[in-house]
C-alpha cells in the first residue's frame, strides 16, 4: 500500500508536467482540443495526490512503523485522533498536505471554471501546473513521506508533545487552505498577463478565490495564537516569532488584495495594483514556507533543518516570484490603467488604506529578515523582537483604524467627507464616551489604553453605522427599516461583520496587554491568594497517568467575592517518556469575555508550587473578533453576485406569435 501512495505522487507529477504544458499551448495557439485536457488531467492529479495523502494517514492509523516518517513521528499508545493529525505535524506529512489543498483549489477551478473564457480557463490551469509540479518534485527528490526502513522497528519515537493537541487538527490545514488558497490569485494574475488583457470580470472571477484564502487564513492565524496561548503555559497571544510573522505578512497583503479587487470590480480601476498585490500575496506564502522549512530560522514553528531542502525551495521562490515580477514588468505598461476617481471618495480610500497595509506589511518583512541578512553578511546573530514590531507596526495601524468607518460611507468616484463624518456622529460619540469611562472608571488605566478602547468602540459602532445607514434606521418606519435590511447584498453585511470583527480584535488586544494583572507566588494545598475581585484556592495535586505521559495535576477551586465556587480551574506538568520532554497544561476559566490563566512550575523547597496566575480582560475578543471576520468573508462569498462568472448568453426561445382572426 505505501508503494502506491509514493507511485501516485510520481503519476501526480507527471500529470502535473501535462497540465502545466499542453492548455497554455492550446490557449497560445487558440486549439480547443488542447485546452480541453487542462480540466480532466487537473482533477486527476488531485485525485492521485488525495490518494497518496490517504496512504499515509492509514500508515499512520495503523502505526506502521516501517515508514520512516510514521516511525520518526507517531508511537503506537498515541491517541487515534494524534495519530491522524501527526500524519501532517511533520515536514514531509505537512508538504503532502500543502500539495493536496494545492491541487484541490485547481480541481475545484477545472470543476467550476466553465463559465470562464477557454483560454483564460486552460493559462490558469497551467500556472497551477507548474507549482504543483515543482513541489511535487521538491517532495520525491528531498521529502518522500513513504520512505521505508527495514527492518522495521518495533515501536516509533513518538510526536513533539507540544503538537500533541488538537490545535494540530485545525490550525495546519486553516492555514494551508489560506497559504494555497492565494495561489488561485497568483495563477490568475499569471494568466492576465500571459494573456495581456485585464477587465471587471477578471476582477469578479478573482475576488472570491481572495475571499476564501483570506477568511481561511485568518481562522489559521487566530487558531494558532490561541494554541500558542494556552499549550505554552506562556499567557501570551502573539510573540511576533518571524514563523508568525511569516503567516501574518501574506494576511496583510491579501487585505489589501481583497480592498484593490472590489475597486476593481465595481469601477475598473486599480487594475495594475490589483494584480502586483495578487503576485505579492502568493509570493509572501511562498517566503513562510521557505521559512519554516529551510532552516535558516530557529523556531517552535519550524519542520525541518536540512540545507538542501532550504536551497531547493529557494529555488522555487526565485523561479516564481521572480518570474512573475519579471513578467509584470514587461507586460504592466501595455495594460490599461482603469477608471478615473477622486483622492476623496470611496476609492481613495480603499487606495489609502492599500497603502497603510502594504506598508505595514514591508515593516514586519523588513523586521523578519533583517537578523538573517545581518547573519548572512557577518556572521552575527541579532534578534528584532516586540520592541520593534511595536514601535513600528502600531503608529501604522493606528491611522488606518481611524479611517475604516469612513470608507463604506463614501460615494463612489467623488466623496463628501464632511457628509460622512456627520453620519458618524454617534459612533464618535460612544467612542468618546468610552475614553471617559475608561479614564474615570478604571483603576489604572493609563491615556493611551483609553484612547486604544475608543479606538476599538469608534471600529464597532463605525462599522454598524454603516449598515445602519443603508438601511434607514432613524430616518424610515420600522418596518420599512427591516425590509431594507433583507434586501441589502450579502457582500453588504459580511463587510460590517469583518470590521465589527477588527474592531472587537482591537478591543481584546487593547483590554489584555492595558489592564491583564500577574501574580507569581509559591502555594501549598490549602492556601488560598487573590487577584481581581476573586480568590483562588489550592486544593491538591495529585498524579494521573495518560496513554503515552505521566501527569502531576494541580486542582484550584475559584471563589468569588461572596465566597461562592465558580467552578473548578485544573492546571498540570506532563512528561512524555519517549521524547523525554515536559509540557505545560495551563488552567483557564473563561468568565465572559474574560480569562484567569493559571500555570504552575516548579517545586519550592518547602514543599510548595510556584504558580503563575493571570487575569485576563477581555482576552477572549480577540479571537472572537478573528471568527466574526471569518464569517463575514463567508456572508460575502455567499453573495449572489459573487457567484457569477462571465455572463453566458442565451438565445431567447421564439415564442409564438398569436393570430388575429
Not at 289 to 307: E, M, N
Amino acid at each position: 500500500m505505501v508503494e502506491i501512495g509514493h507511485f501516485a505522487l510520481v503519476l501526480a507529477f507527471a500529470l502535473a508536467l501535462v497540465q502545466s504544458a499542453v492548455p497554455l499551448a492550446g490557449a497560445r495557439s487558440g486549439n480547443d482540443r488542447l485546452m480541453a485536457v487542462g480540466g480532466p488531467v487537473t482533477i486527476a492529479g488531485f485525485a492521485l495526490v488525495a490518494l497518496a495523502f490517504a496512504v499515509l494517514t492509514i500508515s499512520y492509523a495503523r502505526s506502521d512503523f516501517s515508514v520512516a516518517n510514521v516511525w520518526e513521528n507517531s508511537h503506537s499508545l498515541k491517541p487515534m485522533l494524534f495519530k491522524i493529525t501527526g500524519t501532517w505535524g511533520n515536514h514531509e506529512g505537512s508538504m503532502l498536505l500543502w500539495v493536496l489543498i494545492l491541487t484541490f483549489f485547481g480541481a475545484l477551478v477545472a470543476v467550476f471554471g466553465s463559465n470562464l473564457p477557454a483560454s483564460l480557463r486552460a493559462t490558469v490551469l497551467s500556472v497551477q501546473g507548474w507549482i504543483g509540479a515543482a513541489f511535487l518534485l521538491f517532495i520525491l527528490a528531498t521529502s518522500n513521506p513513504f520512505a521505508r526502513l527495514s527492518p522495521a522497528p518495533i515501536e516509533g519515537q513518538d510526536l513533539n508533545p507540544v503538537l500533541q493537541d488538537i490545535g494540530l487538527a485545525i490550525h495546519p490545514p486553516l492555514l494551508y487552505l489560506g497559504y494555497v488558497g492565494f495561489s488561485i490569485c497568483f495563477s490568475f494574475s499569471v494568466a492576465a498577463l500571459i494573456d495581456g488583457r485585464i477587465d471587471a470580470s477578471w476582477a469578479r472571477w478573482v475576488r472570491p478565490w481572495t475571499l476564501g484564502a483570506w477568511a481561511f487564513l485568518t481562522g489559521g492565524i487566530a487558531m494558532g495564537s490561541y494554541w500558542a496561548y494556552y499549550e505554552l503555559g506562556w499567557g501570551g497571544f502573539w510573540f511576533w516569532d518571524p514563523v508568525e510573522n511569516a503567516s501574518f505578512m501574506p494576511w496583510l497583503a491579501g487585505t489589501a488584495l481583497l480592498h484593490s479587487a472590489i475597486v476593481m470590480e465595481k469601477r475598473s480601476a486599480l487594475k495594475i495594483w490589483t494584480l502586483l498585490l495578487a503576485i505579492l500575496t502568493f509570493s509572501l506564502s511562498l517566503l513562510g514556507t521557505f521559512l519554516v522549512r529551510s532552516g535558516v530560522l530557529t523556531s517552535v514553528h519550524a519542520f525541518a533543518t536540512d540545507p538542501s531542502r532550504g536551497i531547493f525551495i529557494l529555488c522555487i521562490l526565485t523561479l516564481f516570484i521572480g518570474g512573475s515580477l519579471a513578467l509584470f514588468a514587461l507586460r504592466a505598461p501595455t495594460l490599461a490603467a482603469g477608471g478615473l476617481f477622486h483622492p476623496i471618495s470611496r476609492e481613495g480610500a480603499l487606495v489609502l488604506n492599500n497603502l497603510f497595509l502594504t506598508t505595514a506589511a514591508a515593516t514586519v518583512l523588513v523586521g523578519t529578515l533583517y537578523p538573517l541578512l545581518v547573519e548572512a553578511l557577518s556572521g552575527d546573530k541579532i534578534s528584532v523582537g516586540a520592541p520593534f514590531f511595536n514601535l513600528t507596526f502600531g503608529p501604522l495601524m493606528a491611522p488606518l483604524l481611524v479611517l475604516v468607518p469612513f470608507g463604506p460611507l463614501l460615494a463612489w468616484k467623488r466623496g463628501d467627507v464632511l457628509a460622512a463624518a456627520q453620519r458618524l456622529m454617534t459612533a464618535f460619540a460612544g467612542a468618546l464616551l468610552a475614553v471617559m469611562v475608561t479614564l474615570l472608571f478604571v483603576d489604572g488605566a493609563s491615556v493611551l489604553a483609553a484612547l486604544g478602547i475608543g479606538l476599538a468602540t469608534w471600529i464597532v459602532l463605525g462599522a454598524l453605522t454603516d449598515l445602519a445607514v443603508k438601511a434607514g434606521v432613524g430616518t424610515a418606519p420600522f418596518a420599512t427599516v427591516l425590509r431594507r435590511l433583507a434586501g441589502l447584498p450579502r457582500s453588504m453585511f459580511g463587510t460590517t461583520l469583518a470590521h465589527l470583527g477588527l474592531g472587537l480584535t482591537t478591543l481584546g488586544v487593547v483590554g489584555v496587554m492595558a489592564f491583564q494583572t500577574e501574580n507569581i507566588l509559591a502555594m501549598k494545598p490549602g492556601q488560598t491568594t487573590g487577584i481581581s475581585g476573586y480568590t483562588l484556592r489550592f486544593q491538591d495535586i495529585v498524579p494521573v497517568q495518560g496513554p503515552n505521559y505521566t501527569e502531576r495535576r494541580a486542582r484550584f477551586t475559584l471563589l468569588d467575592a461572596g465566597g461562592r465556587a465558580r467552578g473548578e480551574i485544573l492546571s498540570s506538568k506532563r512528561f512524555y517518556p519517549v521524547r523525554q520532554m515536559p509540557t505545560t497544561e495551563a488552567g483557564i476559566r473563561t468568565l465572559g469575555v474574560s480569562q484567569l490563566y493559571v500555570s504552575i512550575g516548579d517545586d519550592t523547597a518547602d514543599g510548595g508550587l510556584v504558580v503563575r496566575i493571570w487575569w485576563k480582560p477581555f482576552v477572549t475578543l480577540i479571537w472572537g473578533g478573528a471568527l466574526a471576520m471569518m464569517a463575514g468573508g463567508a456572508v460575502s462569498l455567499f453573495d449572489r453576485r459573487l457567484r457569477i462568472g462571465a455572463p453566458a448568453r442565451r438565445r431567447r426561445a421564439l415564442q409564438p406569435q398569436a393570430v388575429a382572426p
